[in-house]
């Protein structure tokens, strides 16, 4: 690869972020987009949530749908690098694009309300981060609120998500007692004054925690700082590069993201840290995004703005080679080559002048049904990106037609929605119910409204009493049988015809997995 390309890879950085709702994802998206400049997207990020709180009515959120596909990527440059940040749907829209868009990331940051602790929904996205072993950097926010102790928080992380916290800056005080952070990686003070949504200015060094200073800035606090930092050079994990990278450690910061504090000292060690753009195993072997040739896989596949031309746009990750517009590339799963000249290059700022990508960037394909997720696309070698996988669903629908003359569309549709990731289709063994699988409830509005409006079927739902579901394999056929033949009445098989176990809930599940030991049971699964 050329000595340019190389560097624009070694210039990237694509993560994502995962919190749980309320925890700040919007508010810091938001100050770390003003840092790149890209202010009227800024303002998108926020107008987009309002819109989301005001209904979850999916009708009304179509007409955001706009903004929704602009803020999937959101790029910007900071200092020498070139950021793409990957939104990471929560709230009502939270789905299986959530988890996959972390598939298609570098490294993530992890965003922690210091009163809540770590909540369920951040346990889950962590759970996605581990399949990869992503970097995780954590930012503890609201710290201007009272919360749980810092050394509480660290623990919590450590216990409930199994990763070593390195803590690269301390607060002192909390709420009211606020004053700031003193950065143990630099050895500066940054003080805190509340409301003031500053940018970051150079801190005060103060290299030796004994400087009369420290008592003159910060009072009665100054010896409370000395004890804690006392504490943790006991305590806490001296920060590792290498294990960080691993994705055993976690550097942690503090601070406030509606004050904008903490951002830019968490901004700059991300872009320091974290890593550019990694290689990616395929079937065959594993890509460098250093090779000269293109390499791309999709993660995300998004119905597009207007509905009358049922159109979808493709979100296609780059893994190697430089893309340039009107391209030409091969769509490996069907054998056909595409050109590629209405691609979107996500951009923040200027969006119309952009004609190349790198690895680490999104591109956007417009199509109509032919891309399904986890589709590789490259300009001449037969790949298959692999760990781009389906995640066991939580929700259920049994699907009933109002007009009976209508199964054959209602399957075309739920068939291509399936393929798109829109939503899971499990066909039971014993009978003909159309049983929907979804990580995130809305998604079953989406698929009613867009069953109706792109494929005109009108269904209702059916609860049905299933609350989790494992795909099946076992290498002993005789015991697969013997496994089929008792738990009949809970099997399924998904649009791709592989065998999954539905379970009315995660202790029956556990159950039956105790009983039958040669059996796996499998939380993801990979597309074919
Ligand atoms: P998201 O749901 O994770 O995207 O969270 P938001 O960014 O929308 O924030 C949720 C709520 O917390 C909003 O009311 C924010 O104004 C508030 N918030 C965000 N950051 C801070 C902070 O640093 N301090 C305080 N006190 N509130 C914050």
Redesign the pocket.
């Known amino acids: 690869m050329s000595k340019h390309n190389q560097k624009e890879v070694e210039r990237r950085r694509t993560f994502g972020i995962i ?12 100050k770390l987009l003003l840092y790149g400049g890209a202010i009227q997207m800024a303002g998108a990020v926020k107008a987009r ?1 309002a819109a989301r709180h005001a209904t979850s009515d999916w009708m009304a959120m179509e007409q955001e749908r706009g903004i929704s596909v602009t803020s999937s990527v959101m790029k910007f440059n900071y200092r020498d690098y070139e950021v793409n940040l990957l939104d990471t749907p ?2 009502q829209d939270f789905s299986e694009d959530t988890y996959r868009v972390l598939t298609a990331v570098d490294s993530a940051l992890m ?1 922690i ?1 210091s009163a809540k602790g770590v909540e369920t929904q951040t346990r889950k996205l962590m759970e996605v981060c581990r399949m990869r072993n992503t970097p995780i950097i954590t930012f503890i ?5 009272e919360g749980k102790e810092p050394l509480e928080l660290l623990s919590d992380i450590e216990e409930t998500l199994q990763i070593e916290c390195a803590p690269l800056s301390w607060p002192i005080g909390m709420g009211k007692r606020f004053k700031g952070t003193y950065n143990l990686y630099r050895k500066q003070l940054h003080l805190f004054t509340p409301g003031q949504e500053t940018r970051l200015k150079d801190g005060v060094v103060i290299d030796d925690l004994n400087d009369p200073r420290l008592d003159e800035l910060l009072g009665s606090q100054a010896d409370e700082l000395r004890a804690d930092i006392e504490l943790l050079e006991g305590a806490a994990n001296p920060f590792e590069l290498e294990e960080y990278l691993k994705g055993n450690q976690t550097p942690v910061f503090f ?5 904008n ?1 903490g951002v830019q000292e968490m901004l700059d060690a991300f872009v320091e840290l974290a890593p550019p753009p990694s290689p990616r195993e395929t079937t065959s072997r594993e890509v460098s995004p250093y090779e000269e040739p293109f390499s791309g896989f999709v993660f995300k596949i998004q119905a597009n703005m207007d509905p009358a031309h049922r159109d979808r746009i493709a979100f296609m990750r780059i893994c190697s080679g430089k893309f340039t517009r009107g391209m030409k590339l091969r769509h490996h799963r069907i054998g056909k080559d595409i050109n590629v000249s209405n691609a979107t290059i996500f951009m923040a700022q200027d969006r119309t002048n952009v004609e190349e990508a790198y690895p680490g960037d999104i591109i956007g394909i417009h199509n109509h049904g032919t891309i399904k997720i986890g589709d590789t696309f490259t300009d001449k070698e037969p790949l298959k990106f692999t760990g781009i996988p389906s995640f066991a669903p939580e929700h259920f629908r049994r699907v009933r037609l109002k007009n009976p003359l209508k199964t054959k569309q209602l399957e075309k549709g739920l068939i291509q929605l399936a393929e798109e990731g829109a939503v899971q289709l499990f066909r039971p063994v014993i009978n003909t119910d159309y049983i929907l699988g979804a990580v995130g409830v809305l998604q079953f509005d989406v698929i009613m409204s867009r069953l109706k409006n792109e494929y005109g079927v009108d269904a209702i739902y059916e609860g049905i009493d299933y609350a989790t579901a494992r795909w099946i394999g076992c290498e002993d056929r005789k015991k697969l049988e013997e496994f089929e033949k008792k738990n009949q009445a809970n099997l399924a098989l998904d649009a791709e015809g592989n065998l999954a176990y539905l379970a009315s809930s995660e202790w029956r599940l556990g159950h039956t997995a105790e009983q039958w030991p040669q059996v796996q049971f499998h939380k993801t699964r990979e597309h074919n």
Do not use: C, Q, Y
Not at 19 to 30: I, M, Q, R, V, W
Not at 141 to 145: A, E, G, I
Not at 255 to 259: E, Q, T, Y
């Open positions: 919190s749980h709702p309320d925890a700040g994802k919007t508010t810091l998206t938001e949530k929560g709230h965003v309300d926010n609201k710290l201007d609120r601070g406030s993201a509606i004050n504090f």
